[in-house]
């Protein structure tokens, strides 16, 4: 599975940005997918996550603010971020959780990252 990231950019506290990311290669594995983030100096940390049946779980800081979504057809999953805060400046990178249904082993499949920049 590859997946490819856009829309991060800078933006000034209170605005709105939308991330996309498209999986590609053998997305029928993909049982959810997501985005976390890291800070400058932190660990990376879950920002939301959607099932292929539209469950969503989002971390406590972003609860109200951001909406993830997906297109199954396009194998694509957006978050739309809004009332943005300096300290939601991170990298955010999109993951998708994969099975292999032979074994039951699940993996980890990473984008490149997009920075997100909110100015105060």
């Known amino acids: 599975v590859q997946l490819q990231a856009s829309g991060g950019g800078l933006v000034q506290a209170g605005g709105s940005l939308r991330l996309s990311c498209a999986a590609s290669?053998?997305?029928?594995?993909?049982?959810?997918m997501g985005w976390y983030r890291q800070a400058p100096g932190k660990q990376r940390d879950l920002v939301a996550t959607?099932?292929?049946?539209?469950?969503?779980n989002y971390a406590d800081s972003v609860k109200g603010r951001f909406t993830i979504s997906r297109d199954n057809a396009k194998n694509t999953v957006y978050l739309q971020m809004n009332s943005l805060k300096p300290e939601d400046t991170a990298v955010y990178y999109c993951?998708?959780?994969?099975?292999?249904?032979?074994?039951?082993?699940?993996?980890?499949?990473w984008g490149q990252g997009t920075l997100v920049t909110v100015s105060s």
């Open positions: 993951n998708a959780k994969g099975v292999n249904i032979l074994n039951d082993r699940t993996y980890d499949y």
């Open positions: 290669g053998s997305t029928f594995s993909i049982v959810a």
């Open positions: 959607v099932t292929n049946g539209g469950t969503t």
